[in-house]
């Protein structure tokens, strides 16, 4: 893939951020919070304790960010449409107390026969109906409106900090419990902000409905009188105790049966994003599986994974059958058992039709409210799940973004270069992210125009080397500065190739129409792809179509379009023929005169088209920089490079 980017950059501490489009509030403050500090666990606690902490810590950590959405810096309508919502449930347990009043009246009317007080109430049911269903249709909008903005704000805001600085592909390279990113951003946070909406509503119109409807069971339900070998046991508000008793069997037989739960759900979730990824991969490098018959093996791998999938599934079927069989038990007893209560009140005449109806109606409701947990337990587990999931890709990027600001972990720096030097490596170090030396003390000055060779043998660094300057890789020392206002553009070995028509591929990430359909033509003749010329406009799998060499080719297209400063070509020529990579490099110096180059390739004809060539070896404590050669005889100033290697011999 091709990457350009702007050099305007002071000389500070401060991290190379893209240009891309940031979350920001209505009074321009960005909404991205610095990280949190790093919790560590206490190491007294073993390891079970240590892991049981950090799940805890995870959601503590999604709720950090999550709760933005209703901080200074979030949605503008998150208030007015959570208290919408709360007014919206209070409405709609008014409605349903009414119409739990309804029934006693129409009940006690039917039981004596009064036909007035029947038609009368009728008359009343319909518009007691019709404004309990505008309530809740209206609650389901609010409900989900705010899934929905809370979703795209949180969305937004963790797609800009993963886009931003290159994390996205830094945490290719860094260790962490961040796999299948996509996966994460684009489902488990739908999850985890809708699942939390539901519940709030849900709980809250549980409450409501509870405090409610035990109210209406103390008074109409009275005492009950047990005679017992003649004595009298009187059981004051019975109706509430037998609700709250049996709401305590039921829900405390829930949570018994369903306590693996949130485990059993989050291993499930992670079973399904491997079983994903493993296909993933398989379509993403089908032509070489293709080639070398690895179709077997890559079915062994299928079949493992799937394996695991099937497997999760099954614990999950016997959590969701042992649930199932107290909540469906629940559900079928509820209704007969305030009968029952209800029943030698009202043979002995002390309680009338309608108030026994009302009793259980009000009965099932508290019942519903009380046994709202139970049956939403599942969810509250998936939601578990899903939230750790995301926090877990939030701590990868603060890690990221503790690194970029330098917290503890050193971080190359970037600035300008003096002079007419159009791009400096000032005492550079380059590391892994946990310190490890790859590269270290390299000091190198490029002039404009300069065409300069980076070699050295297999995993001497010069890739990583390669990153750190186009700002890809932000762990190690010293610094790198280039020339202001200058443009930065990056071959690498495998070019990306977005989808949609040939012109967009050839323009990325440029925009297709910034270049005419004739300027396309041309860059594609210029590097040998005229049979490509009349499928322009075509929009067909690309990625897919194209051969190695044919991408590497549409890559210099691209380079030729947008014309850039500075050029770093990674093994940019590798799928080329020898003939090919010559006409390739002919055609960019020549195209380009004035172009800086810095190239990172093995093949020792490369050395032709550069020069200057500098050479990296391995040593202990990170490859060093052993040689800076001139290819070609230049008058003028000594290289940097050379002072500081005479002056390290002789130290």
Request: net charge neutral.
């Amino acid at each position: 893939m091709g990457q350009i980017q702007d050099i305007e950059r002071p000389v500070d501490d401060g991290p190379a951020r893209a240009p891309i489009v940031e979350i920001a509030a209505e009074n321009g403050d960005h909404v991205e919070p610095p990280p949190p500090e790093v919790v560590e666990p206490d190491p007294e606690l073993s390891p079970e304790e240590a892991e049981q902490v950090r799940k805890r810590y995870l959601l503590t950590r999604f709720w950090i960010s999550a709760r933005g959405y209703w901080g200074k810096s979030g949605d503008r309508l998150a208030w007015p449409f959570t208290i919408g919502l709360l007014l919206l449930i209070v409405g709609t347990v008014a409605f349903q107390y009414g119409i739990n009043v309804w029934n006693r009246s129409i009940f006690d009317a039917i039981e004596k026969r009064d036909a007035a007080t029947v038609f009368h109430l009728t008359a009343i049911f319909f518009p007691l109906a019709i404004g309990s269903v505008i309530l809740a249709v209206a609650q389901v909008y609010a409900r989900m409106a705010i899934q929905r903005r809370w979703r795209a704000w949180l969305t937004h805001s963790v797609i800009t900090r993963w886009l931003t600085s290159g994390r996205y592909y830094q945490l290719n390279l860094v260790s962490g419990d961040h796999k299948n990113p996509e996966y994460r951003i684009a489902e488990d946070l739908r999850i985890a902000t809708d699942s939390p909406v539901d519940f709030v509503a849900g709980v809250t119109s549980a409450l409501l409905s509870a405090a409610t409807f035990i109210l209406v069971l103390w008074t109409i339900g009275g005492a009950l009188t047990l005679h017992l070998g003649g004595t009298e046991i009187t059981i004051p508000g019975f109706l509430v105790i037998a609700a709250v008793v049996y709401a305590v069997i039921a829900s405390g037989s829930i949570m018994a049966i369903g306590r693996r739960f949130v485990q059993t759900s989050e291993d499930k979730n992670q079973a399904e994003a491997d079983f994903r990824y493993t296909l993933t991969r398989v379509r993403e490098n089908g032509e070489s599986i293709a080639l070398l018959g690895g179709e077997t093996e890559e079915r062994a791998g299928i079949d493992r994974t799937f394996g695991n999938v099937l497997q999760q599934w099954a614990r999950l079927a016997g959590q969701h059958m042992r649930t199932t069989l107290v909540s469906q038990g629940s559900s079928l007893i509820a209704p007969v058992v305030p009968l029952l209560l209800c029943a030698p009140k009202f043979l002995d005449g002390s309680m009338t039709l309608g108030q026994v109806m009302q009793a259980a109606s009000a009965f099932t409701i508290v019942q519903t409210a009380f046994g709202w947990l139970v049956d939403n337990y599942p969810r509250l587990a998936d939601w578990n799940a899903c939230a750790r999931r995301i926090a877990s890709l939030m701590m990868s990027l603060d890690a990221l973004e503790r690194a970029e600001r330098g917290d503890g972990i050193g971080r190359i720096k970037r600035g300008e270069t003096t002079g007419e030097a159009m791009l400096s490596l000032n005492d550079l170090s380059v590391t892994l992210d946990d310190g490890t030396a790859v590269v270290g003390e390299t000091e190198v000055v490029v002039d404009p125009g300069e065409r300069l060779l980076v070699a050295g043998e297999s995993g001497t660094g010069k890739s990583t080397l390669v990153r750190a300057i186009a700002g890809l890789w932000p762990w190690g020392g010293g610094s790198i500065n280039f020339h202001p206002d200058r443009r930065l553009f990056m071959l690498p070995q495998r070019p990306y190739v977005p989808s949609g028509s040939l012109r967009r591929a050839v323009a990325y990430p440029g925009a297709a129409e910034d270049w005419s359909v004739a300027q396309v033509g041309e860059a594609l003749h210029k590097v040998g792809l005229d049979h490509l010329k009349d499928r322009i406009e075509e929009e067909a799998p690309w990625d897919q179509t194209l051969s190695g060499g044919e991408k590497q080719r549409l890559a210099f297209a691209r380079l030729l379009l947008h014309s850039p400063d500075i050029v770093v070509l990674d093994e940019a020529t590798s799928a080329l023929d020898e003939k090919s990579q010559d006409r390739m490099m002919q055609m960019v110096t020549s195209e380009l005169p004035k172009a800086t180059i810095v190239s990172v390739a093995h093949r020792a004809e490369l050395e032709a088209f550069h020069s200057r060539k500098i050479v990296l070896e391995r040593r202990k404590g990170g490859a060093k920089l052993v040689s800076d050669i001139d290819l070609i005889p230049r008058k003028g100033k000594r290289r940097l490079i050379g002072r500081f290697l005479r002056q390290r011999k002789a130290a």
